[in-house]
């Protein structure tokens, strides 16, 4: 049973920081693609960064390019976001994703197969 757990979430100022981690088990961890998704109240989820099965490929949303940072430790079953310089509209609930194996990371929400149940971010202004 594929089971992935985030934390790392919380209360922010503007400006601040938060890493968040996701906790993969069940799966292959080293083989999939992984990415990162987050839905604000009353909006869709949106992609936010994507991280290939080795780590030599990735990909950003434009709205957080420069200020978010996506990496992962194979031997640890884990993928981080590292969140700086977060603005009010980075607040939402954030998931992690685990995709396709051993392909590139995508931006398509329909291209993961499994998910975590989210952490709260919430950056005050």
């Known amino acids: 049973q594929v089971q992935l757990v985030e934390s790392g979430g919380g209360l922010v100022q503007t400006g601040g920081s938060l890493r968040l981690s996701c906790a993969a088990s069940?799966?292959?961890?080293?083989?999939?693609?992984m990415g990162w998704f987050r839905q604000a109240p009353g909006k869709e989820r949106e992609f936010v960064a994507a991280i290939s099965w080795s780590g030599g490929i990735i990909y950003y949303a434009g709205s957080v390019k420069g200020r978010f940072t996506i990496s992962r430790d194979n031997a640890k079953n884990t993928v981080y976001l590292q969140m700086n310089s977060l603005k009010p509209e980075d607040t939402a609930v954030y998931y992690c994703?685990?995709?396709?194996?051993?392909?590139?990371?995508?931006?398509?929400?329909?291209?993961?197969?499994?998910w975590g149940q989210g952490t709260q971010v919430t950056v005050s202004s």
């Open positions: 994703a685990g995709g396709r194996r051993f392909q590139g990371p995508t931006q398509d929400s329909n291209e993961y197969n499994y």
């Open positions: 069940g799966l292959t961890f080293s083989t999939y693609s």
